[in-house]
C-alpha cells in the first residue's frame, strides 16, 4: 500500500508548519472516521480536492483506509458530476472546507447509501487513485492507477530529480490534476522530502508565492508554460532559480519562445518532461544528472519503455515519426467498467498514449503532435466530442462547432458556433449562464458565436 511508503517530513501551508507527528495522526484520523461510519459496499471516496492541507490528510487517509481516492475539481459541472456519480457510486464524498485547517468530519464528509456490484468492487482492490479522463468518444472514463503503478512512478520521479530529506517541492498545479498531487505531494513524501501547498486559485496573483519559494527554501519547483510565464514578470525570481535546484514544466508542449525568454532571463533552464493520467504519470523528463537536449521532454524514466509505433503497430527507428507508446510499473490497470475503451489503449503489451513523437539516436523523446481528438487549453485536457455531447443537453440547442487556435502561452485557445433553436434576445446569454452550472470551467469555449437553426 502507497501509505507504508509515505515518509512525511514537514509541510507548509499558510505559513504554519505541519509536522510528522501531526499529520500520521490527522490521516489515522480519517482512516478511522470511514471505517467506523461508512455504510456503502463501494470502495471508492471522491475528494473534492482545493490546494489544501485538509487535501493530503484526506488523500492518505482514504487510501490509508484501505479504499480508492477518486479525485474531483471542485469547479466541476453538475451534469458531469451527475455522470460521474452513476458511472463511479461513492461511499463517502469528501468536500473540503477551505477556510479552517482544521477538518470537520461531519461536516466536510457525506456519507451515501449508493451499492456497487460485487463484481465491480473486486476491480478496485488494489487500485488507489482514479480520475476522469479519455473522453474522444464524448464519454469520460475512470483510469484505475493501482497502489504499485503510483508508488513507482513517486520513486522514478525522486530518484530522478534528486528528492532528499533536505528538499523542499513546491508545485504551483491544481492537486485534482495527477501531475499536481503525484509530484506536488506524492514523490516528495514518498522520496521523505519537505513539501510547500501553493494556492493557486488566483494565478494571477503570484506575489505570495514567490515569497513563500524564498522563505522555505523551495529546491524544486514544478509547472506548467503559463505559470512560468507569470513568475517571471516577478523581481524576485532571480532569487528563486539561484537557490532553485530544478525547475520542471509539464501539462503541454513548452513554447520555445517562452522557454528562451525565461532562460535567456534568469540564466536558468527549464526541465520538461512528458506524461498522460494512464501512466502515473510521468514517462520521461529532462534532468540535471543527464545531457540537456533542447527541444525534447527527455529520455525514458527508471526502467520504463517509451516506443514509437506507425498505424499497424511495428515499432519505428530513431527520428520517425510515429505514435507515442509506453510500457512498465507505471501503466495503468484500466479504465473502470470499460474493457473495449481497456482494450483499445492497452494493446500489444503498450500504453497507446494517442500522441504524435519521435525518438533521437541518444532516447530522447520529443513531442510531435496529437493524434487524438483534445485540446490541451493551459494544461488542461479536454475532448471536443464531450464537450459538444454536454452542450446537447440544453433544450435550446441544435448544434455545437467546436475548433480551437493555438496560443503561445496556453497551448490551445477553444472557439465554439452554438445553432440555437430559438436565436431571440437573450438566449446566447442564458445559454452561457446554463454552461456556468452544468459544465465546467475550463471546458467552456472563451469565444462562443450564435447562430439560428
Not at 456519507?111 to 474522444?136: F, I, K
Request: net charge negative; with cysteine; aromatic share 10%.
Amino acid at each position: 500500500m502507497l501509505t507504508d511508503h509515505i515518509r512525511f517530513n514537514r509541510i507548509v501551508f499558510r505559513n504554519r508548519v505541519f509536522t510528522a507527528g501531526y499529520l500520521d495522526n490527522a490521516v489515522d484520523a480519517v482512516a478511522r472516521y470511514l471505517d467506523d461510519h461508512a455504510r456503502s459496499n463501494s470502495p471508492i471516496v471522491y475528494l473534492h480536492a482545493p490546494n489544501h492541507i485538509k487535501t493530503v490528510i484526506g488523500f492518505l487517509g482514504i487510501l490509508k483506509s484501505g479504499r480508492t481516492c477518486l479525485l474531483v475539481d471542485p469547479k466541476t459541472g453538475a451534469l458531469e458530476y451527475e455522470e460521474m456519480l452513476a458511472d463511479t457510486p461513492p461511499a463517502a464524498i469528501m468536500r473540503i472546507d477551505e477556510a479552517p485547517i482544521e477538518f470537520d468530519f461531519a461536516g466536510e464528509i457525506d456519507l451515501t447509501d449508493y451499492r456497487m456490484e460485487p463484481s465491480l468492487v473486486s476491480q478496485l482492490g488494489d487500485v488507489c487513485l482514479m480520475l476522469y479522463t479519455a473522453a474522444e468518444d464524448g464519454y469520460a472514463k475512470a483510469a484505475m492507477l493501482t497502489h504499485a503503478n503510483i508508488l513507482s512512478n513517486a520513486k522514478a520521479m525522486y530518484e530522478d530529480i534528486r528528492v532528499r530529506e533536505d528538499s523542499t517541492t513546491c508545485a504551483m498545479l491544481p492537486y485534482h490534476h495527477l501531475f499536481g498531487i503525484q509530484n506536488g505531494l506524492i514523490s516528495p513524501v514518498v522520496g521523505g522530502g519537505s513539501l510547500v501547498i501553493a494556492d493557486i486559485s488566483d494565478i494571477q496573483n503570484l506575489s505570495t508565492i514567490v515569497d513563500d519559494l524564498l522563505v522555505h527554501n523551495v529546491s524544486h519547483i514544478y509547472s506548467v508554460p503559463l505559470v512560468y510565464y507569470l513568475l517571471s514578470k516577478s523581481s524576485r525570481m532571480h532569487e528563486v532559480c539561484r537557490q532553485a535546484f530544478q525547475l520542471i514544466t509539464g501539462g503541454y508542449k513548452l513554447p520555445a519562445s517562452l522557454r528562451d525568454r525565461f532562460e535567456r532571463k534568469f540564466a536558468a533552464q527549464l526541465y520538461e518532461g512528458y506524461g498522460l493520467t494512464e501512466a502515473s504519470p510521468v514517462c520521461t523528463s529532462q534532468s540535471r544528472s543527464r545531457p540537456f537536449a533542447a527541444d525534447s521532454m527527455g529520455p525514458a524514466l527508471l526502467d520504463y519503455q517509451v516506443g514509437i509505433f506507425d498505424d499497424v503497430g511495428r515499432e519505428l527507428p530513431s527520428n520517425e515519426k510515429g505514435e507515442i507508446c509506453i510500457r512498465g510499473g507505471n501503466v495503468m490497470k484500466g479504465y473502470f467498467n470499460r474493457p473495449d475503451a481497456t482494450q483499445k489503449v492497452l494493446r500489444g503489451g503498450w500504453l497507446h498514449s494517442g500522441d504524435y513523437g519521435k525518438r533521437d539516436n541518444t532516447g530522447n523523446i520529443y513531442f510531435l503532435g496529437l493524434i487524438k481528438k483534445m485540446f490541451n487549453v493551459a494544461g488542461n485536457k479536454i475532448y471536443p466530442e464531450e464537450v459538444r455531447r454536454l452542450m446537447l443537453h440544453h433544450g435550446n440547442v441544435s448544434g455545437v462547432e467546436l475548433w480551437s487556435d493555438y496560443d503561445p502561452l496556453t497551448g490551445d485557445r477553444m472557439k465554439a458556433k452554438i445553432r440555437l433553436k430559438n436565436n431571440s434576445n437573450g438566449a446566447g446569454e442564458e445559454f452561457s449562464r446554463w454552461c456556468a452550472g452544468a459544465i465546467g470551467p475550463h471546458k467552456i469555449p472563451q469565444n462562443i458565436s450564435f447562430e439560428q437553426e
